[in-house]
């Protein structure tokens, strides 16, 4: 079982940058394939971004936020990061990282995959 805490949010103009950061408990983090989701009042959680366990290469993003988002992972120090440039009012909501243990390369783009959920920190974008 793995425990996860997002840190980083705040409140940014449009068009600055976040990044936000999701630390993880446990000694098997390099096996957990993560994701990042948000919800937004009055909305459904929504796929935000994932990577596999290995990193690198091995992400995905949802149209939204492709090209202005990154997902990122430093295993040994059992974090996942995603940075957001180009920020812009709808990208206001809560966003939440996943975890999911894996024996693959693969990545995850449903929250159903997901075993392992953080609190979620709030991000807020002004006009």
């Known amino acids: 079982q793995v425990q996860l805490v997002e840190s980083g949010g705040g409140l940014v103009e449009a068009g600055g940058s976040l990044r936000l950061s999701c630390a993880a408990s446990?000694?098997?983090?390099?096996?957990?394939?993560m994701g990042w989701f948000r919800q937004a009042p009055g909305k459904e959680r929504e796929f935000v971004g994932a990577?596999?366990?290995?990193?690198?290469?091995?992400?995905y993003y949802s149209d939204s936020v492709k090209g202005r988002f990154t997902i990122s992972r430093d295993n040994p120090k059992n974090t996942v990061y995603l940075q957001m440039n180009s920020l812009k009012p709808e990208d206001t909501a809560v966003y939440y990282c996943?975890?999911?243990?894996?024996?693959?390369?693969?990545?995850?783009?449903?929250?159903?995959?997901?075993?392992?959920w953080g609190q979620g920190t709030q991000v807020t974008v002004s006009s």
């Open positions: 446990g000694r098997t983090f390099n096996t957990y394939a």
């Open positions: 996943a975890a999911r243990m894996t024996y693959s390369g693969n990545y995850y783009i449903r929250s159903s995959e997901y075993a392992f």
């Open positions: 990577i596999s366990y290995s990193g690198g290469t091995s992400t």
